[in-house]
């Protein structure tokens, strides 16, 4: 019996020489490694609750120093006047600019937002926001005042002028003598603050700071701020300090006691030992030189097993498509066999691509036939469109013929030439045309006007995507509505394109109408949002708002593309 066509290639090599060999030096190796490992994994644990216990102090320090402000700021007899609305237009300048001051000044605290009554008009420059109480009575952190006036309510999410920001806030309610909740204050600190607060001490550990929800709110590892901790941080120990292994990690974990916040430093397992896995390799290293000394008796044993290979590499180099009539050995039972079957399988998968690209290219040249044919079908529409202008024009109905035309020059933007990328000038061009005809059509109940920044007209974005968006605004927004407005803006921004669409309609009730619609049908809307990710690799964003001033506001920002080929 032939052993090399019964046995594995690697039973052969590795159990018959190499196993006394393997088994002495692992001993060595394991032993070594592990009483090295042992002592570094110490030594790094107690360095490291020291580098967490000064960083806590220095947190707590710091979260009080604006807890204390959040006291000082809440005193203030310009805040009370404005909160009683005994203030003049100059009492509310000099308190947002004071309080603006204290974020400057400060340096840790990131804005300030005030919930009261009648609150003032807000200047989006400013750190200083103020909003209605009720918008805090509909929030999920106004549980956490229920019990006691002020505390830290966790990471979320506020509007600045660059866009939303996620921040950690402190609030602080204010009360009257009788006490009746006033306003509420709430000081909002940024993360990256924070993690300026745990690199001030060089350390090659990974640090979270961790909230009582188990939300992360500051990393060294630019882990997102608000995802969920994942690292289990229990153990058996009491002490507010402590240290484990867990998931080849060693974790320090310090408890903030007074906020009920953790403190977690995290180093890999491979950091701790790097050195005893160097003194392993060079052990490893010197065991291979010996199996290789050994080895080199068996030049007879790995010609016989490399002869298989060499017979495949034979087969592979004479195959052609169409030539299945190779003999293939079919009496391995071992790796080699496994070889050899794959070999075949291949060749058969290899023949069913051939045909079926052939298939494909016969498809493809009848699709082009279609195509061809298709093109007919445009010019005809075109013609009849034009017949049917000229017929109004006739009859004197100039509202029919100008219909019609543009009718006519929004079918040839529409179609482009079966072009799905066109400029943001010939969309541009489309949209005016729109609503020039649903002007026409509703009697010109409404008014439309452009704001372009011309640099952005020579970008590219796929066609039809503001249409859905305006007839959205002119079906639902602006019915039954009369002196209605759609304003279209069109900007650019750093590397996107912002395009906005306003209108003066019924605002909340339009704006739920367009939600409701996207959810259960609203095809058009839909297909855009879905062809924007198509193009732009989910880069671009859609914003739907309610406007302040009445209507809703849709806002698009995309990547700016100026070479049609960058959206293929």
Sequence with gaps: MNIIKKFSFRALLFISLSLYLII????????NHRVSVNEIIDLTARQQETNLELIKRNIEEKLTSIENNSVVLARQSSLHEVIHGNHSHFQRNALTLDFSNSVY?????????????????????????????????????????????????????????????????????????RGHVQAILVLNLDPLIVENWLRSYPDDSILYLINENQHILASTDYKSIGENNDIQ????????????????????????????WKLIGITPYSELTKSSNQVARNIVLFSFILLLVFLIGMSFIINQLTKPIHQLTRLMNDYKLNRTNQIIPNDYTNEFGKLFH????LINR?????????????????????????????????????????????????????????????????????????????????????????????????????????????????????????????????????????????????????????????????FQKSRKKMKTGGYGIRNVKERLNHYYNYKAKIFLSNRSEGGVEVKITIPKVTDKSDLF
Excluded: C
């Design 24 to 31: 002495i030096f692992s001993t060595v190796i394991l032993v």
């Design 105 to 177: 000044s400060n340096g840790d605290i990131h804005s300030i937002e005030i919930f009261m009554e009648n609150p003032p008009t807000n200047n989006i420059q400013n750190p200083v926001r103020y909003y209605n109480i009720n918008e805090a009575y509909e929030t999920n952190w106004i549980g956490s005042l229920d019990k006691q006036i002020a505390t830290w309510i966790g990471i979320r999410p506020i509007e600045m002028m660059a866009g939303n920001e996620v921040v950690i806030s402190y609030a602080r309610i204010l009360k009257n003598s």
């Design 233 to 260: 941080t229990e153990s058996e120990s009491n002490s507010a300090t402590t240290h484990f292994i867990q998931d080849e990690q060693l974790i320090v974990s310090s408890e903030i006691k007074p906020y009920n």
């Design 342 to 345: 794959g070999y075949q399988n």
């Design 350 to 510: 290899n023949e069913r691509l051939f045909n079926s690209l052939i298939k494909q290219y016969k498809s493809q040249k009848r699709a082009e036939l279609r195509a061809l044919q298709a093109n007919i079908n445009p010019h005809f529409l075109y013609n009849t469109l034009d017949q049917l202008n000229w017929r109004a024009i006739e009859r004197g109905d100039d509202d029919m013929s100008l219909m019609i035309e543009l009718l006519g020059d929004m079918l040839r933007v529409g179609l482009s030439n079966g072009e799905a990328i066109i400029s943001i000038e010939d969309e541009v061009n489309y949209v005016e045309k729109y609503l020039k005809l649903q002007s026409i059509r509703n009697k010109e109940s409404f008014a439309y006007h452009f704001n372009i920044d011309k640099q952005a007209l020579h970008a590219y974005i796929p066609k039809l995507t503001l249409q859905p968006f305006i007839e959205n605004a002119i079906i639902h927004g602006l019915a039954n509505k009369k002196n209605g407005l759609i304003t279209i803006t069109i900007h650019e921004q750093e590397d996107h394109i912002v395009l906005s669409i306003k209108d003066n309609g019924s605002g909340a009730q339009s």
